[in-house]
RNA sequence: GCGCCCGUAGCUCAGCGGAUAGAGCACCGGACUUCUAAUCCGACGGUCGCAGGUUCGAAUCCUGCCGGGCGCGCCA
């Protein structure tokens, strides 16, 4: 039996006790299912009780018995006792457990799925670095984060379609442009260029695929500096990101929304809804009517667009693209920009709390021989993407920036994360995968195969590390539900350490295969079952958070 | 000054109003003729920053304060 399945009979009985009349409250629609930390406390227990005491009128332990009577009926459940303030816990019958192997292995990689969020159509707009630089370190986190929560998002029904925001268009691309020039010519950066020595790397190759270009005029030059250094970045951009794992649906270009008149369209949207104002010589933005610090400018006095007008424009293509709800991620350095953000999108008319979700990540840092490696944009040696995964690797880059809370400030630690032992929680986790892979080699080699599901005694799964194991494979699909609910793909990893710690404690106590001359029995196969079941679940894991689960370490 | 995030074991961090607050690491003591010991078991370790409030119940929600990070442009 499932959580899931739990918890509608519990409901069931919440609610054949209520039409007989003994218990004067409405039948909840949602009751909650925990597993609990204390053994003791049964396989599963609820506060349904506790919940109902109120509105009962009655005391909780009493509304307890009553319940705990209707469910001892149940073939399911084998016990169920009355617990502390009013709890109610709930051991399953033999083998009710046991099924949820069967079911894991029998799911495959469909195994945690389910329909939460079918339906939704989201967009998910993470990195967007400006074309200027290579991936930050900084950025690097939401492409962990970010494509571990596609992925955790669409593992919940969900469609989603990610995107990248391309500031191509803008001063910072005359800077970047000039900036490329000067160096072709052997000349310094502008005091306000662009430094490092990537800026080196793409002037000359602008250089050498444009034959004859360094004696154009200057400002054919320039757009030439500025247009071809800015698709090599983002061609280095995307290629980069591509090794990553973490792969988009669209690279969206903020010159494409000035091309097409969209800002324009924009504003006059904004006008016709009675926000727009003229002052100064500029065109503004009354955001300060939905909660914004201040009023923003959407057209400068010099009649140049803003960065925020091309916002508003961007925003209105996606949701004209169809998408319900507009996921965008930011840094901590970019948080000022939630109030103006939700400000706009309730000046176009939309719902703030409904059609935007703005996340914000800390900041990260790299640390090595337990210093923090310095990161000055103006100089140009900042720590990037490609920096970590060569200290690291791609697996345990994606691991660390996805197993911590984007609320927390983290600090890399190079040494721990690239080391190969236990320290490492990537290595914890993988270890588990491989070690089960290589025991179901073993058990082939012997002879053992799964066999049918319906052949499987799931009751022979009595253990109490087999129970544990049980329930946390039970979980997963509840994991990745509430994970994605969240938006805290964090959730699944610490999850997975936990599942894989709980394999390593069943490994221990618990042996599978024959040893010697020992026959297989039908405890043997069972076992086999549930190994494969925790296999699957943590390869299922893995898979959203975007890291590798290793047959063999 | 204002806004956002954080403050939980020596360290790094989990903990979407529930039971005795957890994990890993570090330190100490154990377990390999045995399916991968990259593992497991035990011990040690806490005024959940402080003070109020809401609640049957608060690390969790609310208010104030203290400490740290980030942000407050007609920059992007």
């Keep these: 039996m499932t959580p899931e399945q739990l918890q509608d009979v519990v409901r069931t009985a919440v609610g054949a006790v209520?039409?007989?009349?003994?218990?004067?409250v409405e039948v909840p629609d949602e009751v909650v299912i925990e597993r609990p930390k204390n053994p003791e406390h049964g396989d599963y227990a609820t506060n349904v009780a506790l919940r109902l005491a109120k509105p009962a009128g009655r005391p909780p332990r009493q509304v307890a018995e009553?319940?705990?009577?209707?469910?001892?009926?149940?073939?399911?459940?084998?016990?169920?006792?009355v617990a502390g303030p009013g709890f109610l816990n709930i051991t399953l019958a033999k083998g009710a457990l046991g099924g949820l192997a069967v079911r894991a292995v029998t799911a495959g990689?469909?195994?945690?799925?389910?329909?939460?969020?079918?339906?939704?159509?989201?967009?998910?707009?993470?990195v967007s670095a400006n074309p200027t630089g290579p991936v930050t370190l900084g950025?690097?986190?939401?492409?962990?984060?970010?494509?571990?929560?596609?992925?955790?998002?669409?593992a919940?029904?969900?469609?989603?379609?990610?995107?990248y925001y391309v500031n191509d268009a803008g001063a910072q691309i005359e800077r970047f442009g000039r900036s490329l020039q000067a160096v072709a010519h052997g000349r310094p950066v502008p005091e306000d260029g662009y430094q490092g020595d990537y800026v080196e790397t793409v002037a000359q190759q602008v250089v050498a695929e444009n034959p004859g270009l360094l004696e154009l005029p200057d400002d054919e030059q320039l757009t030439v500096f500025a247009d071809r250094g800015v698709a090599a970045m983002v061609a280095e951009i995307r290629s980069t990101l591509d090794g990553f794992g973490v792969h988009y649906d669209r690279f969206f270009s903020e010159r494409t929304l000035h091309e097409s008149g969209a800002l324009e369209k924009a504003v006059g949207r904004l006008r016709e809804q009675g926000h727009v104002f003229e002052a100064d010589g500029a065109v503004w933005l009354r955001t300060t009517t939905f909660g914004d610090d201040k009023d923003?400018?959407?057209?400068?006095?010099?009649?140049e667009p803003t960065y925020f007008a091309a916002d508003c424009a961007y925003y209105l293509d996606k949701r004209a693209r169809g998408f319900e709800r507009v996921v965008i991620m930011l840094g901590a350095d970019h948080s000022g920009y939630v109030g103006r953000y939700k400000a706009l999108v309730a000046a176009t008319g939309d719902d703030p709390e409904h059609h935007l979700e703005i996340l914000i990540g800390q900041l990260v840092n790299l640390v090595k021989d337990g210093e923090p490696v310095r990161m000055s944009k103006r100089k140009g040696n900042f720590v990037l993407l490609t920096d970590l995964v060569d200290a690291v690797g791609i697996d345990a880059a994606r691991y660390a920036l996805a197993r911590a809370s984007v609320d927390q400030q983290i600090d890399i630690d190079a040494d721990l994360w690239s080391r190969k032992t236990n320290d490492n929680p990537v290595f914890y986790v993988q270890y588990a995968h491989a070690r089960i892979s290589s025991l179901l080699r073993n058990a082939a080699d012997l002879g053992l195969p799964l066999g049918e599901a319906a052949d499987v005694d799931v009751a022979a799964l009595a253990h109490p590390r087999e129970s544990d194991l049980l329930r946390a494979i039970g979980e997963f699909p509840r994991v990745l539900a509430s994970a994605a609910e969240l938006r805290a793909p964090h959730r699944v990893a610490r999850y997975l350490e936990?599942?894989?710690?709980?394999y390593h404690r069943f490994y221990d106590s618990c042996r599978v295969l024959p040893r010697g001359d020992e026959e297989a029995t039908s405890l043997t196969t069972a076992r086999l079952w549930l190994c494969a079941a925790t296999a699957t679940v943590l390869r299922n894991g893995l898979d959203v958070l975007g890291v590798t689960a290793p047959e063999r370490m």
């Design 18 to 24: 209520v039409d007989r009349g003994a218990l004067p």
């Design 66 to 81: 009553v319940l705990a009577e209707e469910l001892r009926a149940h073939e399911g459940i084998a016990t169920v006792d």
């Design 109 to 126: 990689a469909a195994y945690g799925r389910t329909d939460a969020f079918a339906g939704q159509k989201l967009n998910l707009e993470f």
């Design 139 to 154: 950025s690097t986190r939401w492409a962990a984060v970010g494509d571990a929560l596609g992925r955790l998002l669409e």
């Design 156 to 163: 919940t029904g969900a469609q989603v379609s990610r995107e």
């Design 296 to 303: 923003r400018v959407l057209v400068k006095a010099g009649g």
């Design 498 to 502: 936990e599942l894989a710690g709980t």
